[in-house]
T-cell receptor, first 116, second 114 residues
């Protein structure tokens, strides 16, 4: 597609349930990022995929969080046994990747997760 | 983790005045920087970028200044308009373990007063 696409756009789930959030990056972009943004706060880095390299998972807050990416396409962020503190917008972004300078990243509109 | 949650500082500016939003970045080896604008309920949108071999870059009504000595970025918005009300983030692109990733600043909320 023309931009980064995320689904679902909104998700309300009960505490303790698992959720999956999906990201379709811009075609041809090798780098993919997940960020978390709590209401009224900044962007918290979660995980970064670059091509076939091992992902940088240094931002995942707990072992309840995991993410996968198939090749250079779709990525899924999974949150197991959700807690109320997981309520946030989960933003996905992609970039052409490779050498850093000049590789702007583009964001999706986010998946708004509410845990009740 | 990086850019952990902090409540956003707010800058209030009168419509028509110039705005200056500041950002301190963390890594002296970062070589590419971007400013993003995030409107309520939307994802961040690219505004302007700058490479580390420059100290100033101008766009339409916006200027980014880079001071590598003190690791400081600023975004200047000329003749601020109501549509400029948003949260503004700076991002640095830094090498880590042979890969590159973007780290975002805390963000600043810009409120334009009529």
């Amino acid at each position: 597609g023309a931009g980064v696409s995320q689904s679902p756009s909104n998700k309300v789930t009960e505490k303790g349930k698992d959720v999956e959030l999906r990201c379709d990056p811009i075609s041809g972009h090798t780098a993919l990022y997940w960020y978390r943004q709590r209401l009224g706060q900044g962007l918290e880095f979660l995980i970064y995929f670059q091509g076939n390299s091992a992902p940088d998972k240094s931002g995942l807050p707990s072992d309840r969080f995991s993410a996968e990416r198939t090749g250079e396409s779709v990525s899924t962020l999974t949150i197991q046994r959700t807690q109320q503190e997981d309520s946030a917008v989960y933003l996905c972004a992609s970039s052409p990747g490779g050498r850093a300078a000049g590789n702007t990243i583009y964001f999706g509109e986010g998946s708004w997760l509410t845990v009740v | 983790g990086e850019s952990v949650g902090l409540h956003l500082p707010t800058l209030s500016v009168q419509e028509g005045d110039n705005s200056i939003i500041n950002c301190a970045y963390s890594n002296s080896a970062s070589d590419y920087f971007i400013w993003y604008k995030q409107e309520s309920g939307k994802g961040p949108q690219f505004i302007i970028d700058i490479r580390s071999n420059m100290d100033k870059r101008q766009g339409q009504r916006v200027t980014v200044l880079l001071n590598k000595t003190v690791k400081h970025l600023s975004l200047q918005i000329a003749a601020t308009q109501p549509g400029d009300s948003a949260v503004y983030f700076c991002a640095e692109n830094m090498a880590t373990s042979g890969t590159y990733k973007y780290i975002f600043g805390t963000g600043t909320r810009l409120k334009v007063l009529a």
